[in-house]
């Protein structure tokens, strides 16, 4: 996959100086990049590129996020806080492409590999899955053993298995602004009985997607506000780019 310069583009090199353009996206092993070789003139179309390789040593190699570190420490401060007092539900917003994900999954790497975890999506389809990124909990968090028939072991039935953990869990629903209405319902239902249960939920959504009246405005509105915050994740600065 080759990034291509277009005009009106700036991809930040001077004349002479060699910096890294893009590359593969490979875990660990060799990474294929395309690295500036030569600024030509100051125009955005004239730069050279060969090819490089870099190599990194081990599996689990995470780039570093630039200017997030900030947000990735209040999540880590959330869940530190779970054991003594109680759930708690993070949102963390921001336009489409900002990062979110990439700030939740860095999270999750820094975490002991013993913490429980589990992941739920919201898909933008046309006909939502009934309480989709629910049941992607319930199977990542307690595998077998849900009736999938039997919604009551999605609300009550998650209450009580989730309180009997022997140690604080995290829960991430990723696109809650594509979340079906039974979701919304279980968030609000889960959100008010969260200081009982031993688990940092994170929620990621597009703000600029979420007017007023949207369901899940509603479905937030009903949980306690000593029981959830709000991360903004804001574009990069000028250096960052």
Known sequence: MFGVAHSGASIGAKPGNRKPFGCFNRPYGEWTCLEIVSCLSAGPLSYTVEMCTLNVPAKGFVVPLIERDEIIGELRDRFDRVAESGGHIVLVCGEAGIGKSSVIDAFLSGL????????????????????????????????????????????????????????????????????????????????????QLPILLIGSFRDDEVEAAHPLRTALGGIPAARKSQLFLPPLSIEAI
């Open 112 to 195: 002991a590999p013993a913490v429980p975890r589990a992941i739920g999506l919201c898909d933008p389809l046309h006909t939502p899955r009934p309480l989709g990124p629910v049941r992607d909990l319930c199977h990542g968090l307690f595998g077998t053993g849900l009736n999938d028939n039997d919604e009551a072991r999605f609300f009550e039935g998650f209450i009580g298995r989730a309180g009997a953990l022997r140690a604080p869990a995290v829960l991430v629903i990723e696109d809650l602004h594509w979340a079906d209405q039974r979701s919304l319902d279980w968030l609000n239902y889960i959100g008010r009985r969260i200081s």
